[in-house]
Nanobody, 125 residues
Framework: QVQLVESGGGLVQAGGSRRLSCASS????????MAWFRQAPGKEREFVAR????????SYADSVKGRFTISRDNAENTVYLQMNSLTPEDTAVYYC??????????????????WGQGTQVTVSS
């Protein structure tokens, strides 16, 4: 059974940085694409970033491009989200997700098969 466990959330001031981690277990992590989504109160869960199985193909939502970086360490079975220049609009629960394929261009939450429990990021102004 695939398990994803996020960590690294917390309270950060506007303009600050935070790095989220997502540890995977239950299958061969290095074979599958990974992604980060987020959900703010009263809003739909939205795509943030994705990365392919090798880590050499990434894609970002326009709202985070240039500020956030997704990466992975296949030896550690972990995917990361480095978040810089945070604003209050980045406040949300952040979820990592994975698919059953090595690469997907999808930004739809419905195309991701497994999810973590989420980690709260709150950015104060």
């Amino acid at each position: 059974q695939v398990q994803l466990v996020e960590s690294g959330g917390g309270l950060v001031q506007a303009g600050g940085s935070r790095r989220l981690s997502c540890a995977s277990s239950g299958r061969a992590f290095s074979m599958y694409a990974m992604a980060w989504f987020r959900q703010a109160p009263g809003k739909e869960r939205e795509f943030v970033a994705r990365i392919n199985w090798r880590g050499d193909s990434t894609s970002y939502a326009d709202s985070v491009k240039g500020r956030f970086t997704i990466s992975r360490d296949n030896a550690e079975n972990t995917v990361y989200l480095q978040m810089n220049s945070l604003t209050p609009e980045d406040t949300a629960v952040y979820y990592c997700a994975t698919t059953n394929v090595a690469f997907t261009p999808s930004r739809s939450r419905y195309d991701y098969d497994y999810w973590g429990q989420g980690t709260q990021v709150t950015v104060s102004s």
